[in-house]
Structures are given as structure tokens and as C-alpha cells.
């Protein structure tokens, strides 16, 4: 099963749709508050949200939603990775709420390759997710450098890193 891409395998305004997608919890949602110290009771306060917003309920702290979005796109984007460089846009575009489930797909929007080092390049990607029911609900653009076949392959291959087995 391939993990990431080499600088090669991108090609412009391709679309690569992530599986599976991810069923938002409660639990999950108030993890990642709590862990990330957002405390604000839109997210964690049901009789808050009930009483105060046009929601009537909690909605899903964003962060996460960009978060569950970016390990997605993982193993089609940035599974081979030299570094993520830029996120230049983020967008919420609609509200998340605990049960609904996100799906995310990203497009190639351009690669440009290193002008200082001839075994990467910089890869522009646009990544959406969206709802059960279509609604988009995030939008980022980011800048990921990724390695050519030849930095791969100088550093173990596929799975660089691996150890082989001691009998």
C-alpha cells in the first residue's frame, strides 16, 4: 500500500479522495477541547449551546476538524514529506456537530520544483472536507515539500527505516 507520494507522482488538478471517512464524536471533540485547552462552552457546554446560540447545540471545536482533515490526506499527500511548509488559507466554512461524519479529498493545484536542491520540489494542494451530506464544512491550501524518487531511494526506498527481522 503506497504512503505518501515521490515529487514525481503529482500531477496537476488531480483529486485524491480519503478513506475511509471519520464519524465525529462527542468524546472525540471534547478530547481534543480539553487537550488543546479550549475551554469555550459553545464546544463543551450543552446547556450553553441550548440556550445562547442559533445552533441549540454544541458544535465542534474547528481545529479539530482541520486537524482529523490533515491526518487524512497523510497517506495521499504528505506520507513521504520532507517538510510541510505553509498553510496559507483555512476556512470554516460551515458547522460540524457531534455525529456527523467527515470526508476529505485534496487537489493538486501546482508543483514547482526546489531551485536549491534537485531531489524535491514543493507541491500546492487545496484540501476540502465535507459532511455526510455534502455541505463543505473546511477548506485549506497548503505548501508541502516532498522528495523525488532519487531522495527516496538514496534513503531505504519505500520503507525507509524498516528493520529486517532477527532469527
Not at 24 to 39: A, G, K, P, S
Amino acid at each position: 500500500m503506497q504512503f505518501g507520494r515521490y515529487y514525481e507522482e503529482f500531477e496537476v488538478g488531480a483529486v485524491y479522495k480519503h478513506w475511509p471517512g471519520k464519524t465525529v464524536t462527542e468524546y472525540d471533540d471534547h478530547l481534543f477541547c480539553l487537550l488543546t485547552m479550549n475551554h469555550h462552552p459553545l464546544h463543551l457546554d450543552a446547556n450553553y449551546a441550548e440556550e445562547t446560540t442559533e445552533f441549540k447545540r454544541n458544535v465542534v471545536v474547528g481545529n479539530y476538524i482541520y486537524s482529523l482533515l490533515l491526518g487524512m490526506s497523510v497517506p495521499d499527500v504528505s506520507g513521504k514529506a520532507i517538510a510541510n511548509l505553509e498553510v496559507e488559507s483555512l476556512k470554516h466554512t460551515r458547522p460540524t456537530f457531534h455525529g456527523d461524519t467527515i470526508y476529505g479529498e485534496t487537489e493538486v493545484l501546482g508543483k514547482t520544483e526546489s531551485r536549491s536542491k534537485d531531489d524535491r520540489g514543493v507541491v500546492h494542494v487545496e484540501t476540502r472536507g465535507y459532511k455526510q451530506d455534502g455541505t463543505v464544512v473546511c477548506t485549506f491550501r497548503r505548501k508541502v515539500m516532498v522528495p523525488k524518487r532519487s531522495y527516496g531511494e538514496a534513503r531505504g526506498g519505500e520503507q525507509p527505516g524498516r528493520p529486517d527481522p532477527q532469527t
